[in-house]
DNA sequence: TACTTTTCTTTACAATTGTTATCGTTCAAT
DNA sequence: ATTGAACGATAACAATTGTAAAGAAAAGTA
C-alpha cells in the first residue's frame, strides 16, 4: 500500500535515468532533521538511500503522521514541487539517512528532455490519487483497531522499525489508546 | 472543496469543449438510479444539467458516501474511466436528474484531438490529489463535530439539499450520532 | 385522503477513545 | 557511571460514539 505510491530507487535509477545521475547530490542528515516544513515551497526531491523519513502535519501543536518512508523510496511534496505551492505537510528524518537530492530546477530540465520520464511521472501521480483514496476510504472504513492489524500484515516493517507514538498518530489515533490496542487480546 | 474537484459545466461546455459537443448524449434518470456499481469499470462520464449524485463505498452492507455532486458538475470514476480498473465506489442519484454523458470511447478521441483538454485533465486529476489530500486531512484533524460545522460554513447548500443520513455516513458517524451533535447546542 | 416509505429524533446501554498523570525502561551524550 | 531525554505502559475519569429499538415527522404514492 505504502509501497506503491512511490517508484523504487532500482527503478528510477535505472534506464532513463542514467543520463542524469551526476544531477544527483548526496546529503547525510541526522535522526529529526527538518527536509521540508508545512507551509514552505518545495525545491528539492529526495531519494532514500539509507534511513527512513516521515511526513506529518501540525494540529494545534500536535505532530500527525500522514506517512512512512524507506529505502529505495522517492520522497517530495509532488504537489508543492510540481506548482510552487505551499506544502500541505513537513517532511522529517527518523533515523540518520543517506538521502540522493536533486533540484527543483534540475528535475524541469529532466522532465523536458525525457519524455519517458515524464510520463512516467503523470502515472506516479495517477497512483498517488488511487492510493490516496484507498488509504481515506480505509480510514472510513475501519475502526482503529482494524488499521492496526491492517499495519501488522501488510507492513510489519513499519510496526518494527518506527517509534509508536509516530505509528499512533499515522493510524489517528494517541500513543496511549494504541498501547491499550496493542495490548487488547 | 467540493467545487474545485470538478470543473464547472460552464468552463467545460465552452471553448475547445463546444466542437465535441455532439458527442454529448442527453440522459433523464430517477432518484436512487445507480450509474456505475462499485467494481465495474466505468464506461460513461457524467455532466450534471439539473439534480444531485453522490458517491459511496460499501462497507459490511452499510454505505459511506464519500462525496456530493450538483448542477454543473463532472463526475466519474476517473480513476477507472481512465485505466479500466474497477471503480473504488458507487454512483448514484439522490434527486431525478438530468445528464449529459459522453462514452468512454468517444472521451478518448476528444483527448486525442485536442491537447488542450488533454492537459486539462491532467490539471484536473492533480487537483483531484491535492483534494483527496486535504479532505484525508481534515479527517485526520477534526472531530465529527467540527467537520460537521465546516461544512456548514463551506457547504451550507449540501445541508440543505441532501438527506442527513447521507451526510452523517460522509462525516465518517452514524446519522444517530448527527443528530446528536445538530441538537448539542 | 389514506397509506406506505423514508427520514429524523430520542433513549438506554455498552464500548472506545481522549486526557492527564505517573512510573519504569531504554538509549545516547556527557 | 550518571544524567536526561525519549519512549512505552498503565490507571482513573470524562466525553463521545456505536448499537438497537421505538416512535414522530415528513415525503411520496395510490
Redesign the pocket.
Known sequence: MLKEQHLKQTAMMTGEWDIFKHLFKRQEIPAKTTLLGEGKIARRMFFIEKGCLRTWINNNGREITTQFFFEGDKVSSIESFRSNQPSLYSIESIEPCILQTISQKDFQNVLAHSPEIKKEMQEHLFRRLIQSQKSFFSFLKN???QRYQELIQEHPEIIQRV????IASYL????????????RR
Open positions: 475502526t482503529p483497531q517509534p509508536q507514538h509516530y489517528g489515533i494517541t500513543s496511549v489508546s494504541l498501547s491499550r490496542i496493542r495490548n
